[in-house]
């Protein structure tokens, strides 16, 4: 009985498993081959500049296990950012400016998904309008211009090193809250019915619309706070800066194991798959390998991803 | 002399741990009606499933006209000549019945040049052959239900298919088409066609069946001419078990009127001007044809459409349901019709799809509580009866059935005052209908308003305690619990028919 609770609880956690015996491997070919990818300092700054992503992936899981798609998260990104840099650049304290990117956030998100949840549009082509229309919008408004940040908040006006901690604790305490709310809260529930199927979930009493709407501006709210994140890390503001993030953060978690139709899969999924996209290229510069392989082997990484699942699928369907 | 057109023997077909035919024998015929009747999850299905090719046999034998045959694919088996016809007809909605049939019959190519005229001549044969009164260019979306069963049947012939499996055909037919359908059937038969039917209606298999093969557990109880045995046979074979025919206790003591509708009207959907009221504890049996206008009825009830005129009533004060969320609040649960597509989530476990709608009784304060939300799903199990490994095992391995009262067990938890069962117990077998009709019962003794939409004449009288007739959206007669079939469906017919 207890054995064959053990083989269940594996088998829903097999991806999260697979994950995390790949990126064991990684890690101990490098600690074989180049030990040098263990120094402090590089491994710090590594996960600090994933930090971002980080959150940016995980809200981005919420708005997948809907069965909706938001590929505007860079645009809205790079907005967040600007204004961001804006304020910030008015000595408004860190603080308050930290809150004005998340609600900028998730009135974009609310946007989208007002689009999609109000009007019955499909998220795909809603998002890729919201895409352009930010991305083209700040570009007109900036003309390329940079936003040059006061000395006081690149690293919270801490110390570097304490700085890419505070990044790094903040963005894993924010994976913790959904991770932990995805299993205890009834309306992380609901996400779930409602990406697994709308209609029923309707039926049920649910109010699919509502959360559907919902996850965009959860998506744009964690989205500002990654682009705090992210500005703490360099003096200025480049007005381009989260383009492609949509791709990183939807690889991340199709790669987590996030079924891509909706209503599976879980956020440490999303965390593993996030850190194995992100080891291959610094592993890549240890072994020498040319640094254009990367992307290549990320598309590589997703393939077998999304594979994985149909077999999973075709098996438990027979 | 008839020729022993196919015949199975000794299979044996196991999916995991799960043995789903243990060693079935079967034959069919040439110019027969062979039905094939069980319960549930008593393994039709994947018997059908092996003679279509779609599963392959883990042991035993396929002869076909006296040669044996080698592992089957669907496409080999159509060459071969056998064809089934699905409850839910594969046409494509928007072609004409000429296109259906073509691309069906037409050998492939993407560079083929279409043969218009002859497609057209073709599907003119072919539903002429089969006495099917059907215009070739008519769009298959115009269709009724047998008409389009009736274009597949049409598609089978046309590719030379000696064998007919028919998979619960009638189940959403009214009963004059469903006699159109039989007249076909028939047709079918005296042309020297083997036919598998399979359905849960019995009067049904009285009237076409020359044989009948009872299947119990995967195994085959035996075959028996169908006048043999009687209904009360069947049943018992199907069951294993003697079954109090369907002796249901009517403890009906009237209570406070818990739901009232006063000129309910709504354009969007064809209601007109329904009032009726349902009291605590009773059950009130909603009759009619299928596009009546019942489950139109229902699904204002539930917030799924908005009525246009009239007043909702909840324990005696008006009440406006704008969606389902609304309806919950209200006390009003609903069980749809369509349990596969609209009723539970295959992917989730058992527990989850019982405190799905009562989260917020379950969970105040929006913290999922395992241990209340497992107490609530164990007490579904047992109340229900649902034969399941536990709550946590996910609702895509329940049989039909137990899936159904799943949904029920849903609204259950709710704990609604008004009850809105929608087909209750279509696609469910003898059992377990049995079992449900007692669960209806039990629940109006427990105080509940029950209204009960149901197309099975013998279960609306079994069930409720006064039947209301629905025609063409409007309420046409409220007839009391000893009405009989006959005055049930002249009120549904509008008088004249009968």
């Not at chain 1, 590929?71 to 008015?90: E, N, R």
């Not at chain 1, 209503?263 to 850190?275: A, E």
């Not at chain 2, 009130?284 to 539930?302: C, H, K, P, S």
């Not at chain 2, 046409?476 to 009989?484: E, F, R």
């Amino acid at each position: 009985m207890k054995a064959s609770k053990t083989i269940k609880n594996a088998s829903r956690f097999s991806r999260e498993i697979t994950l995390g015996i790949g990126l064991l491997i990684i890690l101990a070919t490098l600690a074989v081959v180049a030990p040098g990818f263990y120094q402090a300092q590089p491994l710090l700054s590594l996960l600090t500049r994933e930090a971002p992503s980080l959150i940016v992936a995980c809200g981005m899981a919420w708005v997948i296990i809907c069965r909706q798609i938001d590929i505007s998260v860079g645009s809205q990104f790079g907005l967040c950012s600007v204004c961001a840099g804006l304020l910030a650049g008015m000595h408004w304290p860190i603080a308050l400016v930290g809150i004005c990117a998340m609600a900028l956030g998730a009135l974009l998100g609310w946007v989208n998904g007002f689009l999609v949840a109000g009007l019955r549009l499909p998220s795909i082509v809603v998002t890729l309008a919201t895409m352009v229309t930010l991305r083209e919008g700040l570009r007109w408004k900036r003309q390329g211009e940079f936003v040059t940040l006061p000395d006081t908040v690149q690293w919270f006006g801490f110390s570097q090193q304490q700085g890419q901690v505070t990044i790094i604790v903040v963005s894993l305490l924010v994976l913790i809250i959904l991770a932990v709310t995805a299993r205890h809260l009834s309306l992380a529930r609901d996400i779930y019915a409602v990406g697994s199927d709308a209609e029923a979930a309707r039926l049920a009493g649910i109010p699919a619309l509502r959360i559907t709407c919902f996850v965009f501006v959860l998506l744009g709210a964690l989205t500002g706070l990654a682009a705090i994140l992210n500005m703490a890390q360099a003096p200025q503001v480049d007005p381009k800066t989260g383009t492609g993030l949509e791709l990183k953060a939807i690889a991340a978690v199709v790669v987590g194991g996030v079924s891509i139709s909706g209503g599976r899969g879980s956020l440490w999924g999303v965390f593993l798959g996030l850190l194995l996209l992100a080891c291959i290229s610094p592993a890549l510069t240890h072994l020498h390998v040319e640094a254009y392989w990367e992307r290549a082997i990320h598309g590589g990484i997703i393939l077998i991803a999304v594979a994985g699942d149909r077999f999973k699928q075709g098996k438990e369907n027979s | 002399m008839p020729s022993t057109l196919l015949q199975l023997s000794g299979i044996t077909k196991c999916f995991g741990e799960v043995r789903a035919l243990r060693g079935v024998s079967f034959d069919l015929q040439a110019g027969e009606v062979h039905a094939l009747l069980g319960e549930n999850g008593a393994g039709k299905s994947t018997l059908i499933k092996i003679i279509t090719g779609a599963h392959l046999p883990d042991g035993g034998s396929i002869t076909l006209n006296g040669n044996l045959l080698g592992p089957l694919n669907p496409a080999f088996a159509r060459t071969l000549g056998i064809a089934c016809i699905y409850q839910q007809p594969a046409l494509f909605k928007d072609l004409t019945v000429a296109e259906n049939i073509g691309l069906r019959l037409e050998a492939r190519g993407a560079f083929k040049k279409v043969d218009w005229v002859g497609q057209r001549k073709q599907a003119e044969t072919l539903l002429q052959l089969i006495g099917a009164d059907i215009h070739p260019d008519e769009e298959v979306k115009e269709l009724s239900m047998p008409e389009q069963q009736m274009v597949e049947i049409a598609c089978a012939l046309g590719a030379k298919a000696r064998i007919i499996i028919m998979d619960e055909p009638t189940a959403s037919l009214t009963r004059k088409e469903q006699e159109l359908l039989f007249k076909v059937v028939r047709k079918l038969r005296t042309d020297g066609m083997g036919i598998i039917y399979i359905s849960h209606r019995l009067e049904e298999i009285f009237a076409l069946s020359d044989r009948v093969t009872v299947l119990r557990d995967g195994e085959s109880v035996g075959t028996v001419r169908a006048g043999a045995v009687g209904e009360k046979g069947l049943i018992q074979r199907m069951v294993g078990r003697e079954l109090a025919a369907s002796s249901i206790q009517k403890n009906f003591t009237p209570g406070a009127i818990v739901l009232e509708l006063r000129n309910l009207t709504c354009k969007e959907n064809g209601t007109k001007n329904v009032s009726l009221e349902v009291r605590a504890g009773e059950v009130v049996g909603m009759a009619g044809m299928v596009g009546a206008g019942r489950t139109e009825l229902a699904q204002i009830l539930f917030g799924l459409a908005t009525p246009g005129g009239g007043t909702i009533l909840v324990n005696g004060k008006p009440t406006e349901i704008k969606s389902p969320s609304d309806a919950v609040k209200c006390g009003i649960a609903y069980v749809p019709e369509d349990r596969r597509r609209h009723g539970v989530m295959l992917e989730m476990a058992i527990q989850s799809n019982i405190s799905m709608a009562s989260h917020g009784r379950l969970f105040p304060g929006g913290w999922l509580h395992e241990g209340r939300e497992n107490e609530e799903a164990l007490r579904s199990i047992r109340e229900l009866g649902i034969k399941t490994s536990g709550p946590l095992a996910l609702a895509n391995t329940l049989s039909g059935g137990n899936q159904q009262k799943v949904a029920l067990g849903r609204w259950l938890a709710t704990k609604p005052r008004v009850l809105i069962l929608d087909e209750p117990t279509q696609g469910v077998d003898v059992g377990a209908k049995l079992e449900i009709h007692k669960i209806i019962r039990e629940l109006a003794a427990s105080g509940m308003a029950i209204l009960m939409i149901s197309s099975d004449l013998p279960e609306v009288i079994a069930v409720s305690d006064r039947i209301a007739v629905m025609r063409l959206g409007e309420l046409v007669a409220m007839l009391p619990a000893d009405a009989t079939q006959q005055e049930i469906m002249a009120a549904a017919l509008g008088q004249s028919v009968l």
